[in-house]
T-cell receptor, first 113, second 115 residues
Framework: GNSVTQMEGPVTLSEEAFLTINCTYTATGYPSLFWYVQYPGEGLQLLLKATKADDKGSNKGFEATYRKETTSFHLEKGSVQVSDSAVYFCALRENTGGFKTIFGAGTRLFVKA | EAQVTQNPRYLITVTGKKLTVTCSQNMNHEYMSWYRQDPGLGLRQIYYSMNVEVTDKGDVPEGYKVSRKEKRNFPLILESPSPNQTSLYFC??????????????FGPGTRLTVT
């Protein structure tokens, strides 16, 4: 079945450091890909998305490119802030059948001042 | 304001005592879903509903029930809770439709402890 694998955390960075959180997927067909963010005590919110190969999603300084050849959707940010501390989830949405969304295990990010 | 609400936010209960967690959305979304979040496992889908009176099992449905009598509401029912259902639960909704990439909107979560 379809699945999402993302790097284990926690990831600890200093403010203004470069962030990469790796995400790879296994899927049949052409899924849509997402990054969701969960701040402490809150539900998940959509951070960015990409619907087809080579699409780049971006929001709030975060970026991720849909790479079909490497089945990856890595999240990057050039300069993290303390306020970026959260749990980040990579997800894919099947584009057939029930259009189910499958989530990765999540990666916790700590940013130190 | 577009939102998904869940109640209660926190619940401590004992084994075997039936409970219901409510979920309501005000966006007229067809699709609603329940997830549980456990450390190291991410979010796992419990049940989902494509529309009123249409529900189906997700990946971990055992021990749970749902109903969808109205479009806006999608309660999660634990008939006889057990300690392994201690978890953080999220309700989510989105629009439906093939070829669309509608994001899911999540509720704030319900932290359930079963002793």
């Amino acid at each position: 079945g379809n699945s999402v694998t993302q790097m284990e955390g926690p990831v600890t960075l200093s403010e203004e450091a470069f962030l990469t959180i790796n995400c790879t997927y296994t899927a049949t067909g052409y899924p849509s890909l997402f990054w969701y963010v969960q701040y402490p005590g809150e539900g998940l919110q959509l951070l960015l998305k990409a619907t087809k190969a080579d699409d780049k999603g971006s929001n709030k300084g975060f970026e991720a490119t849909y790479r079909k050849e490497t089945t990856s959707f890595h999240l990057e940010k050039g300069s993290v802030q303390v306020s970026d501390s959260a749990v980040y989830f990579c997800a894919l949405r099947e584009n057939t059948g029930g259009f189910k969304t499958i989530f990765g295990a999540g990666t916790r990010l700590f940013v130190k001042a | 304001e577009a939102q998904v609400t869940q109640n209660p936010r926190y619940l401590i209960t004992v084994t075997g005592k039936k409970l219901t967690v409510t979920c309501s959305q005000n966006m007229n979304h067809e699709y609603m879903s329940w997830y549980r979040q456990d450390p190291g496992l991410g979010l796992r889908q419990i049940y989902y509903s494509m529309n009123v009176e249409v529900t189906d099992k997700g990946d971990v449905p055992e021990g749970y029930k749902v109903s969808r009598k109205e479009k806006r509401n999608f309660p999660l029912i634990l008939e006889s809770p057990s300690p392994n259902q201690t978890s953080l639960y999220f309700c989510a909704s989105r629009s439906s439709g093939a070829g669309q990439t509608y994001e899911q909107y999540f509720g704030p979560g319900t932290r359930l402890t079963v002793t």
